[in-house]
């Protein structure tokens, strides 16, 4: 899910730049105030990119990789977790090329922030019923939130032609259906650790979950495609016909995108990739019901 | 109280969070300049009473003072400035991304300038034979060669008490040798943590022995090291 | 289970070769320039290489950067190694487009056959430059150079920290892993490797937390702080070189 350089428009990547450090310098702010362990944050950012080398076998003979952001912020709490996926993201960009630079604060943003505060507070919302539902739907929605900001933003770039109503869908659906690996995973880790060394969890930071905290999480859930509407809405394609101009071609359609069935058809497109989302959250709400049965 | 206690250790008991006994019922008077081995077997509490006479533990039972310092949060930096301490785990010890920086870390906090501290740690790297391994990552190094910074950190330091856990554990006879050699030549107030009893007349003249219990059993000067009995209680041999 | 470990191990060996070359960089032009500089620069080529659609503008910023390449020493072979598989993945997901909307010749869009080549290029481009950095930098000298850049130290610190600790972190979960997969007999199906992994990861993640406050511990006895020393920045002939360079080539860029 690492954005290259290229992808992202410039100033797509500025504001995702922007709204990350807004994040992260918020994020460093908490940890001084509440003397967090540096040490730890940054030997357990080493342990996530540890585990996320690993390559899990699925089926079909391919193999999956974990990315840990919702795992981070339980473990550390969202400010210390998304300080220590920051720091797993930049060296991945800055050694091995994992992403990109300018894509730096994009990549940041879905892994480091949405991945690690949707995973922390599903968690908080829900551990109260059961421990490992509330951590398998926490990595589970984490990532595939982060997937479709991840879409919304080379969706919105005029660079990458296809359109944010193609690629919101295709991120999501295709991280929906990987997330289940991450999400049991992750439960499986959560679980492990929370009977034996309880501890550790309890130190994660204690954050109020109120009704400010539901109400940005169901904001953040159907902002996704509405991104999408907007931006058709106000003919944010224009830049991609001035490119196809500069090309000597003409732009098409948008809604001719890779995968158009992602979208009910003959439904307004909002709606459609809303009603596919909601389809998509129930079917696993229903198997991580499932596995946590299996759990027990 | 008098000047030339360096460590005066009363009532010492230390618990760990899940609830088992670190050490307890410590009572020790160090005297400056005096050369300390600390010996007993796996468990028997040896790196918790290091942490405690170093000022890092704060036992939850009686005290620790440092020349006179009693360990607490008002007090830490005097003892700080003091005391230097290795870890058995240099991959524990050594945290920076380069051997320069490693030797350059505590320096910085103390506000040295950059001249004179580069100064010094060069000279100690010649010194210790890690000059050439200045601008390597910590983790690409030997087992020896990582035990040879860690000390190399600390010494530059010239602390007046050096505390040394297990500091020939895992490393070859020559690299064990100039360990060894650099040790004997310290003049402070010496602590060592070991098992290996063969090392301790080499640099201590004053044995405190753990027990199972972790408690300490004996405390006393050298000849307990030939008490085949009392070692064997103790479970070192 | 065996699945899990071994693929993890190659995955792992070709990721920890990047790591570990960096400490056997050849001498070079850009081995010498000051890495406040070198990342200036080359975040000034990368921006430019990527702001634009004009064939010839990238094209001016991918020669560049094969000049640098050329006078820093870096075998070609090496750069291709490193870049033709994001050429790839890049190229097939644009190149569906160059069969969408008005077909020019038979089944060919031939607008948007440029456009995939064009953007595929870009992003060419782009990782060639990101590629002339790493294969010159040693990590903790962009470390240091974040410093000077007043980029918070905590975060310099933690970056420093997680740089230090990943190798000796993911040995210690493959020998966890391994001592698993050593004492299990029968055959394990996916979800059974995903929960067994699961709660190998678990212990794991005890383990770094465990070696995190032991870490800090060493913290404490050394200075508790993090406080670090800035190089002085020099301006010599090299990083008027660089300057030069990069000016130049984007005076080029801006006329053609």
């Not at chain 3, 199906?189 to 406050?213: A, D, H, M, P, Q």
Request: charged share 20%; proline share 3%; hydrophobic share 50%.
């Amino acid at each position: 899910m690492h954005i290259p350089d290229g992808f992202i428009d410039l100033d797509v990547a500025a504001i995702f730049y922007v709204l990350t450090l807004a994040v992260l310098g918020y994020s460093l702010y908490k940890v001084r105030k509440e003397d967090v362990n540096l040490s730890l944050l940054g030997i357990v950012a080493a342990g996530i990119f540890a585990a996320q080398m690993l390559n899990w076998p699925i089926p079909g003979g391919t193999s999956a990789h974990l990315v840990a952001g919702a795992l981070a912020g339980i473990l550390l709490g969202p400010y210390a977790g998304s300080l220590a996926m920051a720091s797993v993201l930049t060296i991945q960009c800055l050694i091995f090329a994992d992403g990109g630079v300018t894509a730096l604060g994009a990549n940041i943003w879905n892994m480091g922030v949405v991945d690690v505060f949707v995973g922390y507070y599903i968690y908080k919302v829900l551990k109260g019923k059961n421990e490992y539902l509330a951590s398998f739907i926490g990595g589970w929605l984490g990532i595939t939130m982060a997937a479709m900001f991840a879409g919304v933003e080379v969706g919105l770039s005029s660079s990458f032609k296809y359109g944010i109503t193609t690629t919101v869908p295709v991120m999501g659906l295709w991280h929906g259906i990987l997330g289940i690996v991450e999400g049991i995973i992750t439960a499986a880790v959560v679980g492990y650790i929370h009977t034996t060394r309880p501890d550790i969890m309890e130190r994660a930071g204690e954050v109020k979950v109120g009704k400010i905290t539901w109400a940005v999480l169901g904001l953040l859930i159907l902002l996704s495609p509405l991104f999408a509407y907007a931006a058709e809405a106000v003919g944010y394609s224009e830049p991609l016909e001035n490119v196809a101009e500069m090309l000597g071609a003409e732009e098409h359609t948008i809604y001719e995108g890779l995968l158009p069935d992602y979208t009910v058809p003959g439904m307004d497109p909002y709606i459609g990739t809303l009603i596919s989302g909601i389809v998509g959250v129930g079917i696993v709400l229903l198997l991580g019901v499932g596995i946590s049965r299996v759990h027990k | 109280m008098k000047t030339d206690v360096a460590i005066e250790a009363k009532d010492v008991e230390y618990i760990y969070p899940d609830g088992t006994v670190g050490i307890s019922d410590v009572n020790l008077k160090i005297l400056e300049k005096e050369r300390i081995a600390i010996t007993g077997a796996n468990g028997s509490g040896k790196t918790t009473l290091l942490l405690l006479l170093s000022g890092l533990l704060k036992p939850h039972k009686g005290y620790v003072k440092v020349f006179g310092y009693e360990v607490n949060r008002k007090n830490t930096e005097q003892i700080r400035r003091s005391v230097g301490i290795v870890f058995q785990d240099p991959d524990d010890f050594l945290f920076n991304p380069t051997v320069r920086e490693e030797l350059l870390y505590t320096p910085a906090q103390l506000d040295m300038p950059y001249e004179e501290a580069i100064e010094v740690a060069e000279k100690y790297a010649k010194i210790f034979g890690i000059d050439k391994l200045l601008d390597k990552p910590p983790l690409r190094l030997s087992g020896g060669e990582k035990k040879k910074v860690a000390l190399a950190a600390v010494m530059m330091l010239k602390p007046k008490i050096l505390i040394l856990d297990e500091p020939t554990a895992n490393i070859d006879g020559k690299t064990r040798k100039r360990i060894v050699e650099m040790i004997e030549k310290f003049d402070g107030t010496l602590i060592i943590a070991t098992h290996e009893l063969d090392l301790i007349p080499k640099f201590a003249n004053r044995v405190i022995l753990l027990g199972m219990d972790r408690k300490m059993a004996v405390n006393g000067d050298l000849s307990i090291l030939d008490d085949k009995k009392l070692l064997e209680e103790v479970g070192i041999v | 289970m065996t699945d899990l470990i071994e693929k993890s191990i190659k995955e792992a060996s070709s990721y920890f070769q990047n790591f570990f070359s960096q400490e056997y960089f050849r001498e070079g032009f850009l081995q010498k320039v000051d890495v406040r500089i070198k990342l200036i620069g080359i975040f000034i080529l990368l921006l430019a290489s990527i702001s634009t659609f004009d064939f010839s503008k990238t094209f001016t910023i991918f020669f560049s950067a094969l000049v640098l390449a050329k006078l820093s020493n870096i075998r070609i072979k090496l750069l291709l190694s490193r870049i033709w598989l994001f050429t790839l993945f890049a190229f097939i997901i644009v190149i569906p487009r160059a069969f969408m909307g008005v077909k020019d010749f038979y089944f060919l869009n031939f607008g948007e056959f440029v456009y995939a080549i064009i953007f595929t290029f870009r992003v060419v481009t782009a990782i060639t430059l990101l590629q002339l950095l790493i294969l010159t930098t040693p990590f903790n000298q962009i470390l240091a150079a974040f410093k000077s850049f007043k980029i918070p130290q905590q975060f310099v610190f933690i970056l420093g920290l997680t740089y230090r600790y990943i190798h000796l972190m993911f040995s210690e979960l493959l020998r966890i892993l391994v001592a698993r997969e050593s004492r299990r007999i029968k055959k394990t199906g996916f979800v059974e490797v995903w929960r067994f992994g699961g709660k190998s990861l678990g212990s794991f993640f005890i383990r770094t937390f465990e070696k995190g406050e032991k870490v800090q511990l060493a913290m404490n006895a050394r200075g508790n702080d993090i406080k670090s020393y800035i190089k002085p920045f020099s301006f010599t002939q090299s990083e008027m070189l660089f300057t030069i360079f990069v000016l130049f080539a984007l005076t080029w860029w801006i006329m053609i």
